[in-house]
Nanobody, 122 residues
């Protein structure tokens, strides 16, 4: 398994941007599918974006399409979520997730980071 640590969260005004990072260690990170999920206060965790182990495939939720971009740099053992045009409804705790060669990019991840908080003010 891999260990995941998110960073880059913070407070930003609506329309602004943030770049989240997910540093991974342990295992062979390049073989792991990675994804981002978020959880708003009082709501269930939802899928945001996913990326295959090779980076050839990506998927993102309709609510963030055109605004968020997921990427990874396997040489640095790091995944990223570039968030643009942020909206107040994007507020929540963002979690990085991973699973060995997971084909369903929004599926059953089994490794999770601790989360990083994103607050978007109106």
């Amino acid at each position: 398994q891999v260990q995941l640590v998110e960073s880059g969260g913070g407070l930003v005004q609506a329309g602004g941007s943030l770049r989240l990072s997910c540093a991974a260690s342990g295992g062979t990170v390049s073989t792991y599918t990675m994804g981002w999920f978020r959880q708003a206060p009082g709501k269930e965790r939802e899928f945001v974006a996913g990326i295959s182990w090779s980076g050839a495939r990506t998927s993102d939720a309709y609510s963030v399409k055109g605004r968020f971009t997921i990427s990874r740099d396997n040489a640095k053992n790091t995944g990223y979520l570039q968030m643009m045009s942020l909206k107040p409804e994007d507020t929540g705790v963002y979690y990085c997730a991973a699973r060995y060669q997971l084909l369903d990019l929004g599926g059953a991840y089994d490794c999770w980071g601790q989360g990083t908080q994103v607050i978007v003010s109106s």
